[in-house]
């Protein structure tokens, strides 16, 4: 698993997305939220990324938390991850 600690929707096409690598899992969900807990992103789809926006408009700067639970396919065994990572423009 690998989670980006930054990304820069800026529209330079480098960075633009935030999307953390993960492969082989199952039961993979994520939440992405703001720095007063708001619920930004939930999803299912381990392909699920985030383009720095919200309702439409582009998301303040700042550091933003999130939240991966997912079942390894090769153990079979229940993992959860936690972290944050900054948005930069």
Known sequence: VFVPNAFSPN?????????PVIYDTEAYEIWI???WGQ???????EHA?????RAGKPAP???YTY???????LDGLPYE?????SLIR
Do not use: A, C, E, M
């Open 61 to 63: 700067v700042g550091v």
């Open 67 to 73: 939240r991966i639970k997912y079942t390894d396919v």
């Open 81 to 85: 991850i936690r972290g944050h990572f």
């Open 39 to 45: 619920l930004i992103l939930n999803s299912t789809d």
């Open 49 to 53: 990324n985030w383009d720095g926006t």
């Open 11 to 19: 529209g330079d096409t480098q960075n633009d997305i935030w999307q």
């Open 33 to 35: 939220f703001d720095r």
